[in-house]
């Protein structure tokens, strides 16, 4: 039985990569920050196979206790300060998680290793907001990397580390340039997730307005189910490498309102939504796209739930989330 390590567990991607690991057979083992997280209950409940680790990614030595303990063939690292918004009021904070947790991550792994560097698979959550001011649209594995967030410039950090030490080490570390994933397990704070929310309960006549910022950036977004597989995928290759994971499609979050409410039968949304200045970033990264064709080639990965069937899934689990009183 393979084991795995999972920082971030407590997250979309965290759940579904468990889930997906647990289906093929591994002892699945999550690291959880905080005595008393409120997500732990959430984790125990929907996967309770799940051995869970007390540790933090800035303090190393919880780090290699978790190592210790669970012996894992692979460690995904996907904690993060994930919240880009959040990056500008807190961009210490999102350093020292982000960019010197995945060091610190890295670190830990190397020296549990010790003589055996490539013992264990490791995978970095990169993200598509390393690429900020794109130079050339889609954006590959080559691209230019101009980030436009701390929390972009932090996952950059983390990214060229990963290769560093692939290079430096010979360790077995692979880098996920992951797109703009969602799912009805998106938290809150999330552009996604507001309106997904926003337009259950506009349809259940328990709201009638929905405030965003920018309408017009353009993402592509894909669901993050399929995601974590491409994960799994990256870290069974004989040779260690990074890889775009994307759908190839770009939406404006226009779009994503429009599907939304149109998914309700409501085609007139635009007098439900109001802009506010105050979601505007302080420097915008206007259009995403990923060329995911290494990834297809290499890994043969390809995304299976599209735009729309991600959109309407989220409408529906906030309409039967808030019908059930949740």
């Known amino acids: 039985m393979p084991t795995a390590l999972i920082t971030g567990i407590t997250g979309q991607d965290g759940l579904y990569l468990a889930e997906l690991l647990l289906e093929k057979g591994y002892d699945v083992h999550g690291v959880i920050r905080g005595q008393n997280n409120p997500k732990r209950d959430l984790v125990e409940?929907?996967?309770?196979?799940?051995?869970?680790h007390a540790g933090d990614l800035t303090d190393m030595s919880s780090l290699i206790r978790a190592l210790r303990d669970s012996d894992p063939d692979e460690v995904y690292n996907l904690g993060a300060v994930s919240f880009v918004a959040y990056s500008w009021e807190n961009a210490a904070h999102t350093s020292d998680v982000t960019a010197k947790?995945?060091?610190?991550?890295?670190?830990?792994?190397?020296?549990?290793?010790?003589?055996?560097?490539?013992?264990?698979?490791?995978?970095?959550?990169?993200?598509?907001?390393?690429?900020?001011?794109?130079?050339?649209?889609?954006q590959h594995e080559r691209t230019l990397l101009w980030p436009r967030s701390p929390y972009g410039v932090s996952k950059v950090f983390g990214h060229h580390m990963t290769i560093n030490y692939r290079e430096s080490y010979g360790m077995h570390a692979?880098?996920?340039?992951?797109?703009?994933?969602?799912?009805?397990?998106?938290?809150?704070?999330?552009?996604?997730?507001?309106?997904?929310?926003?337009?259950?309960?506009?349809?259940?006549?328990?709201?009638?307005?929905?405030?965003l910022g920018n309408l017009d950036a353009r993402r592509d977004w894909g669901f993050a189910g399929d995601y974590v597989e491409a994960m799994w995928l990256m870290?069974?290759?004989?040779?260690?490498?990074?890889?775009?994971?994307?759908?190839?499609?770009?939406?404006?979050?226009?779009?994503?309102?429009?599907?939304?409410?149109?998914?309700?039968?409501?085609?007139?949304?635009?007098?439900?939504?109001?802009?506010?200045?105050r979601f505007l970033r302080p420097a915008e990264v206007d259009r995403l796209v990923g060329d995911a064709s290494k990834a297809r080639e290499v890994l043969g990965w390809k995304p299976r739930v599209g735009f729309h069937e991600l959109v309407a899934m989220m409408v529906?689990?906030?309409?039967?989330?808030?019908?059930?009183g949740w």
């Open 235 to 277: 870290l069974q290759q004989d040779e260690p490498d990074d890889y775009v994971i994307a759908t190839g499609e770009a939406h404006s979050v226009r779009d994503f309102v429009a599907a939304a409410f149109g998914h309700v039968g409501i085609t007139d949304w635009e007098g439900f939504v109001r802009q506010d200045p």
């Open 101 to 138: 947790g995945a060091l610190t991550m890295l670190e830990a792994v190397r020296l549990h290793c010790a003589e055996d560097p490539g013992r264990v698979r490791f995978y970095q959550a990169s993200s598509s907001e390393m690429f900020g001011k794109v130079e050339e649209s889609p």
């Open 174 to 211: 692979s880098s996920g340039i992951l797109f703009n994933h969602e799912s009805p397990r998106r938290g809150p704070e999330f552009v996604t997730r507001k309106i997904s929310q926003a337009v259950a309960a506009i349809h259940l006549g328990r709201a009638d307005e929905l405030v």
């Open 316 to 324: 529906d689990a906030d309409i039967a989330a808030l019908e059930a």
């Open 45 to 52: 409940t929907l996967l309770p196979a799940v051995t869970l």
